[in-house]
């Protein structure tokens, strides 16, 4: 069965780093769009960035652009995301999600918080 595994998630001061990641399995890994998404407390789940099979494109959200860059390995089935400058406001769970045959898969989540 598909499984999403994402870890990487810490604590972390204003303006710091994290790279999240996103182990996956029971699937062709190469073959599907790979997304990250966040929940924030109190928010809805929204959308953070996508990749396309083999890494060509990418596309993020207005508020992670420029700082946030998704990447894949698709050698190591492992999707990341680097996030720089971090900001308080990026505090939230994150979640890898594929797609396969029209069934939307997640992971587990993983935490980050930003705070001083």
């Known amino acids: 069965q598909v499984q999403l595994v994402e870890s990487g998630g810490d604590l972390v001061q204003p303006g710091g780093s994290l790279r999240l990641s996103c182990a996956a399995s029971?699937?062709?890994?190469?073959?599907?769009?790979m997304d990250w998404y966040r929940q924030a407390p109190g928010k809805e789940r929204e959308w953070v960035a996508l990749?396309?099979?083999?890494?060509?494109?990418?596309n993020y959200a207005d508020s992670v652009k420029g700082r946030f860059t998704i990447s894949r390995d698709n050698g190591k089935n492992t999707l990341y995301l680097q996030m720089n400058s971090l900001k308080p406001e990026d505090t939230a769970v994150y979640y890898c999600?594929?797609?396969?045959?029209?069934?939307?898969?997640w992971g587990q989540g993983t935490q980050v918080s930003v705070s001083s």
């Open positions: 990749i396309t099979p083999f890494g060509r494109n990418t």
């Open positions: 999600k594929a797609r396969v045959a029209g069934v939307d898969y």
């Open positions: 029971g699937i062709t890994f190469n073959s599907y769009y």
